[in-house]
């Protein structure tokens, strides 16, 4: 009778541990990057095997929860950023400035999620950055530079993302059509954009 009894709570606490160990692989368990950290770039992390036919069940289970399209990396690779240069989280308290150059692809953008893979519910309809952005306020994409912050200011030349309700948050940066010699040593390639808190909770501003 033991042995049954113990076969039972061994059994039940291996399909548990089985459970949530495939739900966290999913990102169906807690908060931060939304993708697997197969490929980390200064701290930009990109799941090499999203979009091909060698994703396995959870990389797929995450596209799914977090809204990815799951193009092949020819036609498009996602990265994502959840903290600051210091490893704290990136959060609606505070003013970022982001900044960077060319990217190696053909069109790129950088969209804020808040920590449940969707867009922030504000009205500010400044949710995203991009290449055309840059080319059209900086003059090209060789060097640019946006603010997120929660709220406008009067001085407002610089382009700004809005985190407004977003609470704890991540940036995803989008790069569609990649180069070839970046699909071929994305490390060597990618310079990828730089995360800079500029304050938190109205200090320093």
Not at 37 to 55: F, P, Y
Not at 74 to 85: L, R
Not at 97 to 117: F, N
Request: glycine share 8%; aromatic share 10%.
């Amino acid at each position: 009778m033991k042995s049954i009894l113990l076969w039972f709570i061994c059994s039940i606490l291996g399909l548990a541990i089985g459970a949530i160990s495939a739900l966290f692989m999913a990102g169906l368990l807690f908060v931060g990057p939304k993708l697997g950290g197969t490929l980390v770039i200064d701290g930009w992390a990109s799941d090499w095997s999203i979009g091909s036919e060698t994703a396995n069940p959870y990389v797929r289970a995450r596209v799914a929860r977090h809204g990815l399209l799951a193009l092949q990396k020819e036609e498009a690779v996602y990265f994502t950023k959840a903290t600051d240069p210091s490893g704290d989280p990136l959060r609606e308290a505070c003013t970022y400035r982001v900044e960077g150059s060319s990217l190696p692809a053909t069109w790129w953008s950088i969209t804020l999620y808040d920590a449940q893979s969707r867009l922030p519910m504000n009205t500010d309809s400044r949710l995203s950055f991009d290449k055309t952005q840059a080319e059209f306020a900086f003059g090209g994409d060789v060097a640019w530079r946006f603010d997120v912050r929660a709220n406008a200011i009067a001085d407002d030349s610089l382009p700004w993302v809005s985190s407004r309700a977003a609470g704890e948050f991540d940036l995803m940066l989008r790069l569609y059509r990649p180069t070839a010699d970046f699909l071929d040593d994305p490390v060597s390639v990618l310079e990828p954009p730089q995360i800079i808190r500029l304050s938190c909770d109205g200090e320093g501003e």
